[in-house]
């Protein structure tokens, strides 16, 4: 089943925070985030394990609350690179990901 | 390490049509999984080859349909094509350990016209 992100899209400026929540109705096992720019790939941030593990990538950093089957993705001082869609991954224990929708964040000067 | 690499990069094919689409994986990973991407959908997961095995399937017709060969590279398949079946096609490449980082390919744009 797929994940469920919100919200589906942020504006910021330079130097603001934002925070995207990801959350299943299906027991969690991992979650992983990823970022899409126009016209590329998705390109790898982070993976968190079951556990309440968070982890940081510069000044993005997630949270894995595996009671809630929730994960919340932190931007912290956006710079105009943290443009894109970010999209969660959820994984049970079947080698499989389920993303969500995606969220687009806009960071402007 | 050479990323993972798709071909063809564009596809224009029209209706009834079929079509096979390519991916490479990473050096030493063994699963392959493809994704469907179209605007507002995200990515829906069409199915993972593991050392040559079907190991997961999403929800898709038959139509769509794959393989995996001996050094890890896979093929997807689109019979019968629909207008429907236009979008960024992308692989995945990992590992096959759970849980494991997937590392994308830049994907395949498939036009049906």
């Known amino acids: 089943q797929q994940p469920v992100q919100s919200p589906q899209a942020v504006i910021l400026r330079e130097g603001e925070d934002a925070v995207i929540n990801c959350s299943s109705s299906?027991?969690?096992?991992?979650v992983h985030w990823y970022r899409q720019k126009h016209g590329e790939a998705p390109v790898f941030l982070m993976i968190?394990?079951?556990?309440?593990e968070q982890k940081g990538h510069e000044k993005i950093s997630a949270s894995f609350n595996e009671k809630k089957q929730q994960s919340s993705l932190y931007l912290t001082a956006s710079q105009l690179s943290y443009s894109g869609t970010y999209f969660c991954?959820?994984?049970?224990?079947?080698?499989?990901?389920?993303f969500g929708a995606g969220t687009t964040v806009t960071v402007r000067a | 390490k050479a990323g993972v690499t798709q071909t063809p990069r564009y596809l224009i094919k029209t209706r009834g049509q079929q079509v096979t689409l390519s991916c490479s994986p990473i050096?030493?990973?063994?699963?392959v999984s493809w994704y469907q991407q179209t605007p507002g959908q995200g990515l829906q997961f069409l199915f993972e080859?593991?050392?040559?095995?079907?190991?997961n399937k999403g929800n898709f017709p038959g139509r769509f349909s794959g393989r995996q060969f001996s050094n890890s590279r896979s093929e997807m398949n689109v019979s019968t094509l629909e207008l429907g079946d236009s979008a960024l096609y992308l692989c995945?490449?990992?590992?096959?350990?759970?849980?494991?980082?997937?590392?994308f390919g830049p994907g395949t744009r498939l036009t049906v016209l």
């Open positions: 995945a490449s990992s590992t096959g350990l759970t849980p494991d980082t997937q590392y």
């Open positions: 299906k027991a969690l096992y991992s």
């Open positions: 968190l394990l079951k556990g309440g």
């Open positions: 991954g959820t994984g049970g224990n079947d080698y499989k990901l389920s």
């Open positions: 050096s030493g990973h063994r699963s």
């Open positions: 080859y593991f050392s040559e095995t079907q190991r």
